[in-house]
């Protein structure tokens, strides 16, 4: 399996994280191509819990290389943050390697994000408020700051400063400075709170403090500032394994996912090609991760949600409140129209199953075969039509519930017959073999089939 993409099959946090981790362990390279510290995921090694937003679980293995490729937006406080956190916890940091091409995110992009996210109001797509959105843009703009710009203060300066000037004036328009400072001068106090913006640019905003700061984290992060794809390159061409461990999930692909409900970069596989610096003849298999059951964060349509008690059965015993933001997930149902959408988009070629342990004491099973649109219409593929998935009403087929606990199973044959049926019904609907199961949050809590 030289070259193994591993992506979200559903809204994300499907626990990519851990079937990462456990693959990981035949890899020599993991590498991540895409989102920012939007992602969040937790790795429970010999009892202790490790969170992760930037750095790839693969960090967690001494010899293997752990890479932050091209397509990463990161914002180096964060990242240093980590890297400070995982040496205090004595995790060996020398193989993380980061893309000298990657962006950064910057102070204003936070301040953007979060600023535009306020004017939509009702409108607003929920994102994590990371800069996310902001960052990509200004990529796309071509007025990003880059991992490799901060190694040289000339140019840094001159970048951000080009940068800044229309964000200080798009923020002033966003009124966010103008909140921030009335606030602080009284709520009353309006005119005092007017000349204050005037007086008083946002300390976070002045190009000289941003750019002393970025100096200074680059010189922290440049050993580990590398040419990832050569890296990869070199990695796959003497025949060993690299994992492409996507962030967030298909249906939040800014492409193909449910925009403007998405994040801002392309999660699906394909993407791994560009955001590692690969081609795609690199890539041999392609694993997606779905939960037994489906959730979502943020805004965005979701058919099979649900408000009942099943609803809550599953945020309550799957824990689902999110690693970044802390925000409860929407939950609901297999959805299998958009999986074997997810599939087909990705051309996957193993699914892996998590968290079938929370189903247990909730039968009869439901999944989502196909939707009924407003109008009646029957249909069998993920709609194209935004406002058509608005609308549209899953139809379900009911399988047999389990009761038993089912932490303990380590084997197929360990699993109620009830359970297979439900997994077996679910490869055959997507037409992909699962491979592995997860029966709990621990790292051998997994079922290998195959
Ligand atoms: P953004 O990526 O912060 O711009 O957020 C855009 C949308 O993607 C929002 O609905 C977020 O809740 C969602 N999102 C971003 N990252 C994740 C993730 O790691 N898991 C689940 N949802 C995410």
Known sequence: MPGLVIVGAQWGDEGKGKVTDLLAERADAIV?????????????????????????????????????????????????????????????????KISANAHLIMPYHVLLDTAGEVKLGKLSLGTTRRGIGPCYADKALRLGIRVQDLLDEKILRTKIRVALEPKQQALRELGVQR???????????????????????????????????????????????????????DVLDAGRTVIFEGAQATLLDLDHGTYPFVTSSNPIAGAATIGAGIGPADIDEVWGVAKAYATRVGAGPFPTELSDDQGRHMLERGHEYGTTTG???????????????????????????????????????????????????????????????????????ELPGFDAEIEECRNAD?????????????????????????????????VWLD
Not at 34 to 42: K, P, R
Not at 194 to 217: C, G, K, N, W, Y
Not at 357 to 381: F, W
């Open 327 to 397: 925000r409860e997930r929407r939950c609901g149902w297999m959805d299998l129209v958009a999986l074997r959408y997810a599939v087909r988009l990705n051309r996957m070629t193993s699914l892996a199953i998590t968290k079938l342990d929370v189903l247990s004491g909730i039968g009869p099973l439901k999944v989502a075969v196909r939707y009924r649109s407003r109008e009646g219409a029957t249909l069998d593929t993920f709609p194209y039509h935004q406002s058509i998935l608005h609308s549209a009403e899953p139809e379900y087929e």
């Open 32 to 96: 991540r191509f895409q989102g920012g510290n939007n992602a969040g995921h937790t790795i429970v090694r010999d009892g202790e819990e490790f969170k992760f937003h930037l750095i790839p679980s693969g960090i967690l293995y001494p010899d293997k290389a752990c890479v932050i490729g091209n397509g990463v937006v990161l914002d180096p406080r964060i990242l240093l943050g980590e890297i400070d956190g995982l040496r205090r916890r004595g995790v060996d940091m020398s193989n993380l």
């Open 179 to 233: 909140r921030k400072l009335r606030k602080e001068a009284g709520e009353g106090d309006r005119e005092a709170a007017e000349q204050a913006i005037e007086d008083a640019p946002d300390p976070r905003l002045d190009l000289h403090t941003m750019t002393e700061e970025h100096v200074s984290f680059g010189h922290r992060l440049e050993p580990h500032i590398a040419d990832t794809s050569r890296l990869c390159w």
């Open 414 to 446: 360990d699993l109620p017959n009830e359970a297979r049926a439900y997994l077996d019904y679910i490869a055959d609907f997507a037409g992909v073999p699962i491979r592995l199961v997860g029966v709990g949050p621990g790292r051998e809590q997994v």
